[in-house]
């Protein structure tokens, strides 16, 4: 089983080395070489999934920016079509920056930023369409910018179109910054796609008393789901809110209505949609089964330095995921086609967890893990890549109910990530370790958090440990 398969028709070479250092992801969506970063146009269209994706094939750092394409029909095996689109006309000859993807007339589109830079040091965005014209929809034609320039009050840092349609008409949502430099989301309609008009922004700064929310939204995405309407997206530098927005880039979400006839947007408050270090610009799509499936970027801008850059790759998507709101709440569980992965089980049950005794286990670092632990009676940590001198941590704590993520024994990126949990005593984790990617699903994806680790071999241990006492309920590992 491999992640991601290279079509014999794509355009570059694939160096050898990238396929064969320890920390490649085996089950996570990654770039043959170069840069990988924001997941673009996901869309269930004409029996499988496309996902396309920001990438740069000539470095391992930002450029000018090509669309990859993969696409599958399980979610988990991903193969590598030819590029979507390259940077190669005057409105997008320093990138095909991210967007979204659509079918109009029966033939699937692409929605995206033309990204060009002036001699003066400028910019100039548009919002440009490419269509697919053959029947397996792996040849794009670009159709040119839709949406010319920016509106007036606002600068060219004016990008990330993402589309959809209601009530017979089609909308956007295009990420913005204002010329006071807030970031802010914006609002456009269109009766057939190409003539667009600007109806107003609908969120950020200035808007539904919203302060401190950042110089630059970026990736919004706006979607229908269960009796809401759902707001997400990369608000750059907003303040930090307790344990909330450490980060300058950072990630999540508001829940709210939109009314479509005034073009306004009412809210509650913005909330963190993954807890990790390494998690950006989510976008989703709606499955044909009625689930709202999500793809993120697990890396942030200006991260670039990693191990992996040593093999000529660098960042990976995430796992495919599904959402739900329930009681005002964002919920997130890897996508149930994941399941298909599990190879051997192994474990045990009902173990009574001391001070005096912990548990390690060896495990190559490939694998998903499901533990249930009750009556914690003080901090439980479990670490995974546990190599004696170097660890990543999941500690909880019952008394405050707060979960860290405790990266600072991990010789690459070192930092803490904390949040706090609804429960006490008891705590259910679904994690999934891929070679040196961590996605950790906490109580049945009441939060999630999304991280690098840099493991230096290929196999370590899974320790669990306790301050007092603890009885491990269930403990299963599925090696991958």
């Not at 146009?41 to 990438?55: A, C, K, R, T, V």
């Not at 993807?101 to 002036?118: E, P």
């Amino acid at each position: 089983m491999t992640s991601l398969e290279l079509c014999s028709q794509s355009e570059l070479s694939v160096p050898k080395q990238s396929h064969t250092d320890h920390l490649r992801p085996r089950f996570h969506l990654t770039a043959p070489y170069g840069l990988i970063n924001d997941p673009n146009g996901f869309i269930e269209y004409d029996g499988q999934f496309h996902l396309f994706f920001q990438w740069n094939p000539n470095a391992c750092e930002h450029g000018a920016k090509y669309w990859g394409h993969s696409t599958s029909q399980d979610l988990f095996n991903w193969t590598l079509q030819p590029d979507a689109l390259k940077p190669d006309h005057s409105y997008d000859q320093h990138g095909c920056y991210s967007g979204s993807a659509f079918v109009l007339d029966d033939q699937l589109h692409l929605f995206y930023t033309g990204n060009v830079k002036t001699s003066d040091g400028t910019r100039l965005s548009t919002q440009c369409l490419a269509k697919a014209t053959d029947e397996s929809n792996q040849q794009f034609t670009k159709l040119g910018p839709v949406i010319e320039k920016h509106p007036e009050g606002y600068t060219a840092h004016f990008r990330d179109p993402k589309i959809w349609s209601h009530d017979g008409l089609w909308y956007c949502v295009i990420g913005a910054q204002t010329t006071e430099e807030l970031g802010q989301v914006l609002l456009y309609r269109s009766e057939d796609a190409h003539n667009w008009q600007f109806l107003g922004p609908i969120a950020g700064n200035k808007i539904n008393d919203v302060s401190g929310f950042g110089y630059m939204f970026e990736c919004p995405d706006l979607f229908h789901l269960g009796n809401s309407d759902v707001l997400i997206g990369c608000p750059q530098g907003i303040e930090p809110d307790g344990f909330h927005f450490e980060s300058k880039h950072n990630n999540g979400y508001f829940i709210g209505k939109l009314d479509y006839a005034s073009a306004t947007y009412s809210h509650g408050s913005f909330k963190p949609l993954d807890q990790g270090f390494e998690f950006y610009a989510p976008q989703t799509t709606g499955a044909s089964d009625g689930r709202r499936l999500l793809s993120a970027w697990i890396g942030i801008p200006d991260e670039d330095e990693q191990p992996t850059t040593d093999n000529d790759w660098i960042h990976a998507l995430s796992l495919v995921r599904e959402l739900t709101v329930r009681n005002g709440k964002m919920y997130q569980l890897p996508a149930r086609e994941h399941a298909r992965l599990r190879g051997q089980e192994s474990g045990f049950e009902d173990i009574q967890l001391s001070s005096e005794s912990n548990i390690s286990i060896e495990s190559k670092h490939c694998f998903e893990l499901l533990l249930d632990v009750e009556q914690i009676a003080s901090e439980f940590t479990l670490k995974l890549a546990d190599e004696g001198d170097s660890w990543v941590a999941l500690r909880y704590d019952p008394q405050t109910s707060i979960m860290t993520l405790d990266r600072t024994q991990n010789s690459y990126l070192p930092g803490m990530r904390k949040c706090q949990l609804s429960s006490g005593e008891k705590l259910s984790l679904q994690v999934f370790f891929d070679q040196s990617i961590i996605e950790i699903f906490v109580n049945h994806g009441e939060e999630v958090f999304t991280s690098r680790v840099f493991p230096t071999s290929n196999q370590s241990k899974i320790t669990l440990e306790t301050g007092k006492s603890c009885i491990i309920r269930s403990f299963v590992k599925y090696d991958y």
